[in-house]
């Protein structure tokens, strides 16, 4: 075991000898720099190991002989061991990465990274609280030599600054810590009493850890930091905001004993301010590497507020959230900066060079959602347990502040992600880049990717078929070269695996919403087999995708259904981003579903505990919710359902998404919402909330019906037009399930089997259409039925079934809506159903007949059927349609059985007849008399007229004129335009109007924030010393 | 009753209603022309019409959607007739209605219009869908004081089965829905209006506009077929609408008396309005009547 001192020593004298050695050559004087480095990471792997797993005493290194307080003391203990063990870990990395300027450099540049590094150990593990401030300035001094390195007017500008900054700043700790010793006669930490102090002492109490505060960069004391980030060296960059910050960090937990509870408090308000300020801050920001700047200070300012606000926390919990954050920043941020060396592009918008190097793409993206505290990365768990916390501690407006800022970090980390996945600029050169620094990068994300089965497994116990969708995943991307019919075979093989895995565990509602995710996304699978070539990055998400909506059937509590439903936020969004024109749906997507996943996470953790070996999907049925968190749940379903209001991700999502993903998103992805519904008002109809809420729900949902209506009769693009319709029927069934009703509760069920029946078929049979016409644009196409009868034939049953005409399965669906309304007594509601449901009839005959009928267009003369691979699950599906519409009890015997778990039955089930409290309906009747109503003339008609006349495209009954070219004769742009004249001012895009204009104040307000930063050196020194006099007199003291 | 007789029985009921749909349009025609100061067409026009287009030597067809347009058209016409009990408590004319209720009629209009509009579409001639968009947008709007009207009858008589709602109407002349909920049935009797598609309201044949609409480019045995439907059609929603709101009938001279004056209201109004423009058509049904079929709630269910 080798003593901790020995790191210092040994920098010291080798920092001392090493230009010595570059006498002799570069080569040896690296060797040295590099083995010195790699022997303190070493030393601290062997303590951390030794702390954590054999269990030792934390050791006191009591230097010169003698015993503090007498003399300096350092320790090292579990938490200085882990500090540091990352510290230094990337302190080597970042020299790996700096290889080839080291080379060439100056030794001085190599002295000076190895006084840094020194005086880093020293920092963390130094009991002194001189020593403290000595090893400050050697930091301090060695940084700013470092930054200074590049000689060019930004940066020695910068160094400036910083040196002006740490200069205040450490005066300050200096001036109180001289105080502190005047107080107590002592500067050790460890037998320093605060407690004893006076108003005095007090204040330099105060100078001291404003000190190691302002260091840590509050906002808006922190200009200088920011400027420090924008022009330095990106190896340097990344230790100054990883390895120096990390150890600033650290004195600062370490004086925080001895800061007054009430200045500590206002410091983690600050550090929260900071936060929340810089994500804001960052949405206006077009340089990458301030970017990351304004990430750092955030991330430092949520530390700061985690160490502070969870400092009554169990220890467990603590270390947890702090750790994570801290673990999560360190590597994330490192590995960040480093790419920015690598991409060597200064504006955000020319990323799209990184299309260049897709595995450099690859571990920007898995740094940044790491970044983004996504799961399965360590910042998830924190953020989870923090946010738990704080709603224990009942520090509500700071959860909700983190949640805020944490969106806004979000918006602009991915609004870079998705410039460089979509802005692809092929002229551009390739990326230069080198082994030694790819290496260093790919080690930190192996590092990233490993922790989080740590601590699912170490933390929690979770079991670990909940990472099954990260490691499908994985492992499509490992076979990513094979062929993309045999990734599909394998992806559907892995289907029916996870599926018979499944089966058992499964029972009543569980079972039928496995049918829908499991099933539904299997039969929709079979058209992705159309893809030709590698089709790279698809399986993999497709399965992370349906492997977590079936893992949410079986989440134990609210983490593990948290976690996956994070998990599908990420897949389908990714799987959103490959859409050719995705860049702006998807992001807007991603915003929306991430909010979403906050409101859900704030409602669990409102939520009463609930039992942990039970699924949720059960347990939170026995309990009693709170009324809040039955609103920010529902808000978190309704985002997810794209009702009213928070619709607008819907249509761009739909329509910029690849065809068949369209498909998979309409058919089992709008599901999930359904689900979380379903399960809150089971929960509701036993255990009533105090406000009938469900009301107000209900209305959300009928509204939704007509406006989503509404809005897809004026589309052009069928896409669009599809989307919206999606929205008007995911409408009715979170109306139907806010009834609380038995009824209603099984119309729910009924529709959504319905909707993946009929929406699966239509968007696959449009995907076939746009596969051959290339084109969106309803009005482009026309006389189509010719071409691609059984398409047409798909779409036609689609459409019965979504209007409901009889004999259909639809028809079902609408009788036991109004059936269910009226029996509940909404009658209103209902009437604006009916309003919904006779619009749907616009935009459906819109969609066959602009597409389908009418005149064929010149360049469409010789287009063919869609392909085999579209057309077969369409045939499953129309199958399935037309056995439920035939033999209606098939579904709605088990859907009966499935409600009366939770209520008792309404309705009475006899044979193929369904009675309710108010009518009846025989569904297999209604199909025979159809049947026969149908054949009577279709026989007398063939009878009649055996042989009809062929005629030609445009021989029409066309009074005085001859029609001229498709284009003129087919009616199909802007069909409706008389409607349009009837809404009138009803019209008006209001909702999206309210979103954009919530997206331009936010990113004012980041703007108006952002002039505080003035570039001068004097002005952030003022900022500094009036940051210090407010919080002075804010504190009162 | 086994199913041969249900079968025999509906045959009797359909064919009669048919008979009488088709000479209540030959009598239709002549008022009209008689308000218009003309002689007018024989009142058995609509049956010469009929065998004279099955007549026609040419059968042109667009295609086997247009074929089947007229198809859907006449077997929604049979659907929603056979799933409307005529008589109450007539075997012969008690038709399917035991396969569903209101709602199951409601919805079953739609069978025949839809697959109408599609055979339309495929005949490609620009005034279909110009007709089809005109007729669709229009009955959105007229669907929704009816569908108000229907749920105040549904919270009135607590059932949505016609037999029942009929059967709730017997006794006295008061107990008709036109007594007991007045509100209702003026919701009712306008969107009527719009479901006729007479004057103002006739923006979907309009033939100063767009020269008939839908059946344009329909001929020979096709329009023959739409022919006999419109006089079936007219008589399944005529006896609809004496049903729920009219007491129903319980012999055939009083179905006959009753559909007849309840057709002359849209006469009537048909002779004496010119016709709208659409969107004006439209935003008439969605404003008094809509809000006349709210008040019929309000009258139902909360007062």
């Known amino acids: 075991m080798v003593n901790p001192i020995y790191i210092i020593i040994l920098s010291l004298i080798t920092g001392f000898l090493l230009s010595i050695f570059d006498k002799i050559g570069r080569k040896l004087s690296m060797t040295i720099f590099y083995g010195v480095l790699s022997f303190n990471l070493f030393v601290m792997a062997i303590w951390f190991y030794r702390l954590l797993v054999v269990d030792v005493t934390p050791l006191l290194i009591n230097t010169a002989g003698f015993v503090a307080p007498i003399s300096i003391n350092l320790r090292m203990g579990l938490q200085e061991a882990f500090i540091l063990l990352f510290s230094n870990f990337i302190a080597l990395f970042a020299a790996i990465y700096l290889f080839k300027k080291f080379k060439k450099a100056k030794i001085s540049s190599l002295v000076l990274y190895l006084i840094l590094s020194m005086g880093v150990n020293g920092l963390v593990m130094t009991r002194d609280l001189f020593n403290i401030f000595v090893f400050l300035e050697i930091v301090s001094i060695s940084t700013f030599a470092l930054i200074t390195l590049e000689k060019n007017l930004k940066s020695l500008s910068a160094g400036f600054k910083y040196m002006l900054a740490g200069g205040v700043v450490s005066t300050f700790f200096l001036l109180g810590v001289i105080f502190v010793y005047y107080f107590s006669g002592n500067l050790n930490l460890d037998f320093i009493n605060t407690g004893t102090f006076n108003n005095l002492g007090m204040i330099a109490v105060f100078m001291m850890s404003l000190g190691i505060f302002i260091e840590l960069k509050p906002f808006p004391a922190n200009g200088w930091a920011l400027d420090v980030y924008e022009a330095t060296d990106s190896g340097i960059v990344s230790v100054i905001a990883v390895v120096n910050s990390a150890a600033i960090f650290y004195v600062f937990y370490k004086i925080m004993p001895m800061i007054p509870n009430n200045l500590l408090q206002l410091l983690g308000y600050a550090g929260l301010l900071t936060f929340v300020l810089s994500s804001l801050m960052g949405l206006k920001q077009e340089n990458a590497k301030r970017l990351l700047g304004y990430s750092s200070i955030g991330q430092m300012g949520l530390l700061i507020s985690a160490v502070v606000f969870t400092t009554n926390a169990p220890e467990f919990i603590s270390i947890l959230i702090v750790g994570g954050f801290l ?66 501690e009942k520090m509500t407006v700071v959860a909700v502040l983190v949640l805020i800022g944490s969106l806004c970090e979000i918006a602009f980390l991915f609004r870079w992600f998705n410039l460089a996945v979509k802005k692809e600029d092929l002229q551009e050169s390739q990326i230069e880049t080198s082994h030694s620094m790819n290496l260093p990068v790919a080690f930190l994300a192996g590092v990233l990717a490993v922790i989080p089965v740590i601590i699912m497994k170490y933390f929690y116990q979770i079991d670990l078929i909940h990472l099954a969708p990260v490691i499908a995943l994985i492992v499509i991307f490992i076979i990513e070269i094979i062929p993309s019919k045999i990734k599909g075979i394998l992806s559907l093989i892995t289907l029916g695996t996870y599926g018979y895995y499944l089966y058992p565990l499964l029972s009543g509602l569980q079972l039928f919403f496995a049918v ?9 699978l079979i058209s992705t087999f159309n893809r030709k070539g590698l089709n790279q990055n698809f399986y993999g998400l497709l399965l992370m995708m349906i492997l977590s909506l079936g893992n949410l059937l079986i989440a134990k509590g609210y983490l593990e259904f948290f976690l996956n439903w994070e998990f599908m936020t990420i897949s389908s969004y990714l799987l959103f981003l490959r859409g050719k024109n995705a860049r702006n749906s998807s992001f ?39 009324l809040v968190s039955i609103i920010l749940m529902s808000l978190g379903f309704l985002i997810k359902s794209g009702s009213l209001g928070v619709h607008i991700w819907v249509p761009d999502a739909y329509a910029e998404a690849e065809d068949d993903v369209t498909a998979l998103i309409a058919g089992i992805l709008s599901k999930v919402g359904i689900l979380g519904f379903f399960v809150l008002a089971v929960s509701a109809i036993s255990h009533k909330p105090d406000i009938d809420i469900f009301y107000w729900i209900g209305w959300i949902g009928v509204l939704s019906t007509i406006i989503g209506a509404f809005l897809a009769v004026f589309q052009e693009d069928m896409k669009r037009l599809l989307a919206y319709s999606s929205m008007s029927q995911i409408g009715y069934i979170v109306a139907s399930v806010a009834m609380l009703s038995h009824l209603g509760l099984v119309t729910a069920l009924y529709l959504s089997f319905n909707h993946l029946l009929f929406k699966g078929l239509i968007f696959l049979a449009i995907a076939g259409v746009i596969y051959r016409t290339k084109t969106r644009n309803m009005y482009e196409m026309g006389g189509l039925i010719k071409k691609m009868p059984i398409s047409y034939i798909s779409v036609l049953i689609g459409i019965i079934a979504v209007s409901g005409v009889p004999p259909l399965s639809g028809f079902g669906s609408k009788w036991l809506l109004y059936s269910a309304f009226i029996e509940k007594g909404w009658y209103l509601q209902s009437g604006v159903l009916f309003f919904a449901s006779a619009v749907s009839f616009l935009y459906l005959y819109r969609l066959i007949h602009s597409v389908f009928l009418g005149q064929l267009k010149y360049e469409h003369q010789n287009v063919k059927e869609a392909p085999i691979w579209f057309i077969l699950p369409q045939l499953i599906f129309i199958i399935a349609l037309m056995t439920i519409s035939t033999f209606p009890n098939l579904i709605i015997q088990p859907l009966n059985a499935i409600v009366g778990n939770y209520i008792d039955s309404s309705i009475v089930i006899d044979g193929y007849k369904v009675t309710s409290s108010l009518g009846y309906w025989n569904g297999n009747q209604v199909m025979m008399v159809t049947m026969g109503v149908f054949m009577v003339p279709l026989l007398l008609l063939l009878l009649l007229i055996g042989k009809t006349q062929k005629v030609k495209q445009f021989n029409i009954v066309f009074a005085a004129e001859r029609p001229e070219s498709p284009q003129t004769t087919h009616v199909a742009h802007n069909m409706y335009a008389h409607y349009k004249k009837v809404l009138g001012g009803w019209g008006k895009p209001r909702i999206l109007s309210f979103w954009n204009g919530v997206a331009e ?16 050196g004097q002005t952030y020194i003022l900022h500094i010393i009036l940051y210090m006099v407010v919080l002075y007199i804010i504190l009162g003291v | 009753m086994d199913i041969w007789t249900k079968i025999f029985y509906a045959v009797i009921s359909v064919v009669i209603a048919t008979i009488y749909g088709l000479a209540l349009g030959g009598v239709v025609r002549k008022i009209y022309a008689r308000v218009h100061g003309r002689y007018g067409p024989p009142v058995w026009q609509p049956f010469i019409d009929i065998i004279k287009t099955h007549a026609k030597r040419v059968a042109v067809s667009h295609g086997i959607m247009f074929y089947l347009g007229p198809v859907f058209r006449f077997a929604g016409g049979l659907g929603t007739y056979l799933f409307i009990p005529v008589i109450f408590g007539s075997a012969v004319f008690a038709n399917f209605s035991m396969a569903g209720d209101l709602l199951l009629v409601m919805y079953f209009i739609f069978f025949g219009q839809l697959g109408m509009a599609l055979g339309a579409g495929e005949g490609g001639h620009p005034y279909s869908p110009l007709g089809i968009a005109r007729g669709l947008s229009q009955m959105t709007t007229f669907e929704v004081p009816f569908a108000l009207s229907v749920i105040a009858l549904a919270i009135q008589y607590h059932t949505l089965n016609i037999t029942a709602i009929v059967a709730a109407q017997q006794g006295s002349i008061l107990n008709w829905t036109l007594f007991t909920n007045p509100f209702a049935v003026v919701a009712a009797m306008i969107s009527m209006l719009g479901m006729n598609m007479h004057s103002p309201f006739s923006i979907v044949l309009a033939p100063q506009e767009i020269p008939i609409g839908p059946p344009i480019e329909m001929n020979s045995s096709f329009l023959a ?34 559909t007849f004056l309840i057709y002359m209201f849209s006469v009537f109004v048909g002779a004496a309005f010119p016709r709208f423009r659409p969107e004006q058509a439209m935003r008439f049904f969605l404003k008094w009547p809509t809000i006349i079929g709210i008040i019929s709630i309000i009258f139902v269910a909360y007062l």
């Open chain 1, 327 to 392: 673990v999560n920043h360190l590597l994330a941020k490192a590995g960040l900066f480093w790419i920015t060396g690598i991409v060597k592009k200064e504006k955000i918008a020319d990323w799209g060079v990184l299309n260049h190097s897709k595995p450099l793409l690859i571990l920007f993206g898995l740094l940044l959602f790491a970044l983004a505290s996504l799961p399965p990365f360590p910042g998830f768990w924190a953020k989870w347990e923090f946010i738990r916390w704080l709603i224990m």
């Open chain 1, 1001 to 1016: 104040w936010t990113h004012s307000l980041g703007n108006l924030f952002r002039q505080f930063y003035t570039g001068n």
């Open chain 1, 516 to 524: 829908i995710f499991i099933i539904g996304g299997g039969i929709i």
């Open chain 2, 225 to 258: 077929t739409l022919q006999t439907n419109r006089g079936l059609f007219v008589a399944a929603k005529l006896i609809l609408f004496m049903n729920l709101y009219f007491g129903g009938a319980t012999n055939l001279v009083v179905m006959i008396v009753k």
């Open chain 1, 588 to 626: 807007v997507y991603l915003i929306f579903s991430i909010a979403g996943a906050y409101l859900l996470m704030l409602g669990f953790a409102f939520a009463p505990a609930v039992s942990s070996d039970m699924v949720l999907l059960k347990s939170i049925t026995q309990i009693q919710l709170p």
